[in-house]
């Protein structure tokens, strides 16, 4: 390396809202993505990746975090190729690349595509810059066929992953359905528009009431600020609250309620219209309301959705960061986005789909112990004697050979204690020690390591007496010792719930 | 969606040097990473996946395309953070995140990362600005068991992937050495030693001679343009030849030649001697010179290595753009790093690994036909009847609940010819037909689409004349049926080398 200036040193810290993920963090979300991948191939989508950076003007400005930087978006002017940004969703790419590469595909094209996407928002616990979705989506079918597709399609996943039915509620609602109501209310202007959206998005939260002060003059929220209302008169905010309220017993009753609250808005029926199908769809394929409903309260905050909008929810509780039990809440979104395309190639392209939010999906199946992580290290061959290095990559060489995990010590060997909390750091179950003596006598010590820590934790368990904590054996039977103790290991200890072969 | 202002369309367009993957493309890297990483796992190693983003300064400058904006990287200011950039391999990242985090860490700590990375270079044919790495690195091991055990484990990693032995060479230099070498020629200004290091890059395309002429007054290259030379003596560039041509018969030779080469250097002898041991190591396990091989032409591009330097190259000849045979080359490489975390931490922590072109090494395994990729689409149940959607809905349930790939069309059914030239645009085995009639009478039509294929391509193929094009089964025998077919098409026609659960 070329002579370093003396500068200052650089400091080691990832930027703020970047972390990095060890192990297990790692290894599990790919077999999660590998897992989803397998429901939406045999659903008929294929895979599409496209690269992390687009241009500004390709992926368009559709973030609701509008007073961000940039709108949102983490975007750099390029030498040659003008203003560039990383893809802060996969949505906005998919519509690109089908209006590319449209000549070539099929149509209908159901594509999955799965990978990091950035936010240029403001960081806080537990919500990351860099975050990974998993996205399933079909261009060029108009049918809400489709749409009802996807959301048994999201059912299916949910459950593959190991969330159970009963667990998690995919609910259904309409943006036609909404400007109806608001067609039917008369409020045309964009921003006011925008503000009863986000003020209908809050009704979880707040409540009926809530929601009425907030389209009228406004609200103290619980910790004292006041919240600027829209400024609705309370006859004009009557069609919002008409509509938040209409979730039925039933979809029927639900659609009947509806469409009282749409009024005489034309595109307020279709939507209507569209919500009754979907329900008859997924009806008719056994998907009943206890895992799809409709349920008028689903917003979504993305601006390009334009029919049928999708959120799953996980529906067990969970203690927050101050212990207070709460829903786990929204894992996947997902809708309709018929002008997304249309932005590129002047036509109108038909588009709907699903994203999972797969660190949020990850993070709920630890929370209920869905996740039993491999985190066995490797069989350890400790360092007695340096210049028989060769020696030892031979016994870990025969290890691997059998399949299993296994590696030579590659510290300084000098203090043979070091080498056994190294052992005891990597989570490894067994250590290998053949010194001059153990070499004469053509033996090996085999140092079973899980059941001193056993041992240490519950020194009663019967089973794990039985067996010795250090055996010697003859050098040409160390594998197949090894391999009794680890199996000895999988049949005493909980077993993983994702499959062997995923991890070794 | 708010309604768009009427701006100018963006263009359907990746930024130049980006582009989209489908499909297989996609599917078999991602087999090929879950390969890789499942030999690195046996080799003790645990996965690290960092962020895409890094501090400028976390990342430091040790790309070689230092003319390129930024110096080769992509990179924005933050109004939080100052500079941010894309990482441009994971080396630098795992650097600053052992820094970060290496109280929590096992010491020596193996890792190994996969992932894209970016290069803010000039894109050309096959040269991507965003290309997928999978490294595999050991921090805190001083020893060059280290070193020798990244090379094993490399041959092992190509060998599991498809590339048989013969077909690769892994050559082992070490920056030591040219060091010694350098210093026994008194060049010791960093740019005139690094125009060395460059020209010695070289020796490959330009041999011997050319090598001479680019250390002394400069050359004509093939395009008749005049290089610069170093400005050599011929004299002072003798060592340096000496150094180039001192590949012997065997590693005892090549050793015995580069120690005449670096003189009284002592860091040359320091080098020699790491290059012996990893040559001893590596033989006392088996791998002999028909997989790793000490080679003095090995240079590496990146400013950052310090001892040991490997790197990986198939061996086999491919047609290049021309219609000229060579070699296909490097496709993987590394080094020992022993200055990288101390830029962090001002302490010294030793650090060697490798990076694997995960792009080229499927290049390479498409470009000799060992990869064949399930292109099989899904089976299609075609609508005849757009009022009986949720029974077509129905049957590809039925088909996926017995792992058949399997979609209904959602495209306007008006049109039937559409619907099957959709389905041979998908690649599908098996169309499924039930119109009226056949709901009445309770049976399906199946039409078998390989078969028509087939028999346009070759009608003379007796297995296939024996099977017909189009069956009719009770409604009840579709998903047996549609297996049968499935089966025979499996057994006809040439199986994957990449396992069936994967694809399914």
Redesign the interface.
């Known amino acids: 390396?070329?002579?370093?200036k003396k500068a200052p040193?650089?400091?080691?810290?990832?930027?703020?809202g970047?972390?990095?993920?060890?192990?297990a963090?790692?290894?599990e979300r790919?077999e999660m993505l590998?897992r989803i991948?397998?429901v939406y191939?045999?659903?008929?989508f294929?895979?599409?990746?496209?690269?992390?950076?687009?241009?500004v003007?390709?992926l368009?400005k559709?973030l609701p975090d509008v007073d961000r930087?940039n709108e949102g978006v983490?975007?750099?002017q390029?030498?040659?190729?003008g203003w560039?940004a990383?893809r802060y969703d996969l949505t906005a790419p998919l519509a690109?690349?089908y209006?590319?590469?449209r000549n070539e595909l099929?149509?209908?094209y159901?594509r999955y595509a799965m990978g990091?996407v950035?936010r240029?928002e403001k960081p806080g616990p537990g919500r990351y810059?860099?975050f990974y979705q998993c996205d399933a989506d079909?261009v060029?079918?108009?049918?809400v066929?489709?749409d009802?597709?996807i959301c048994?399609m999201l059912a299916d996943t949910l459950e593959e992953v190991g969330i159970p039915r009963g667990d998690y509620l995919i609910r259904v609602n309409n943006r036609k359905v909404l400007n109806g109501v608001l067609e039917s209310m008369g409020v045309a202007e964009?921003h006011q528009?925008?503000a009863v959206l986000r003020t209908i998005d809050k009704f979880d939260k707040v409540g009926e009431a809530g929601v009425r002060e907030l389209l009228g003059a406004g609200r103290l929220d619980a910790s004292g600020a006041y919240i600027d209302g829209v400024g609705l008169g309370e006859a004009q905010a009557e069609p919002v609250l008409a509509f938040l309220t209409s979730k039925g017993a039933d979809a029927g009753e639900t659609i009947a309620n509806l469409r009282a609250a749409v009024g005489e808005s034309a595109v307020g029926a279709e939507g209507v219209d569209e919500l009754e199908q979907i329900a008859?769809?997924l009806t008719?394929?056994g998907y009943g309301p206890d895992r799809i409903v409709i349920d008028p309260s689903v917003v979504r905050g993305l601006?390009?959705?334009?029919g049928p909008v999708f959120e799953a929810e996980l529906t067990f509780e969970i203690l927050d960061e101050k212990g207070r039990k709460r829903q786990f809440g929204s894992v996947a979104g997902g809708g309709r986005?018929d002008?997304l395309v249309k932005?590129?190639?002047?036509q109108a392209v038909p588009a709907t789909g699903i994203s999972i939010g797969v660190d949020r999906l990850l993070a709920a199946l630890r929370e209920k112990g869905r996740i039993h992580s491999e985190t066995r290290?490797?069989v350890?061959v400790t360092v007695m004697d340096?210049d028989r290095?060769?020696d030892y990559?031979?016994m870990?060489?025969e290890l691997?050979q059998e399949?299993?995990?296994?590696?030579?010590?590659?510290?300084?060997p000098k203090n043979f204690g070091n080498q056994l909390k190294?052992a005891d750091?990597?989570g490894s179950p067994v250590a290998i020690i053949e010194g001059g003596e153990e070499k004469a006598n053509g033996v090996v010590q085999i140092k079973d390591l899980i059941l001193g820590a056993k041992l240490a934790e519950s020194a009663s368990l019967e089973e794990w007496k039985e067996r010795p904590s250090q055996v010697e054996v003859p050098r040409g039977e160390m594998v197949a010792k090894v391999r009794e103790m680890l199996d000895q290991c999988n049949s005493a200890t909980a077993l993983s719930n994702i499959p062997e072969e995923f991890?070794?």
């Open positions: 390396m070329a002579k370093q040193r650089p400091k080691a810290q990832t930027p703020k970047f972390r990095d993920y060890f192990g963090e790692v290894t790919a590998r991948a397998g191939h045999r659903y008929g294929d895979a599409l990746e496209s690269a992390a950076v687009e241009t003007e390709a368009g559709f930087p983490f975007a750099w390029d030498d040659d190729e560039l990383l690109r690349a209006a590319q590469h099929p149509l209908p159901r990091p950035w240029n810059r860099q079909t060029g079918a108009a049918s066929a489709a009802a597709e048994a964009d528009r925008d008859a769809l008719a394929q601006g390009y959705y334009t986005y002008d932005r590129f190639t002047g290290g490797p350890v340096r290095m060769a990559q031979a870990v060489a691997r399949g299993i995990r296994a590696e030579v010590y590659l510290g300084n190294y750091k990597r991890w070794e």
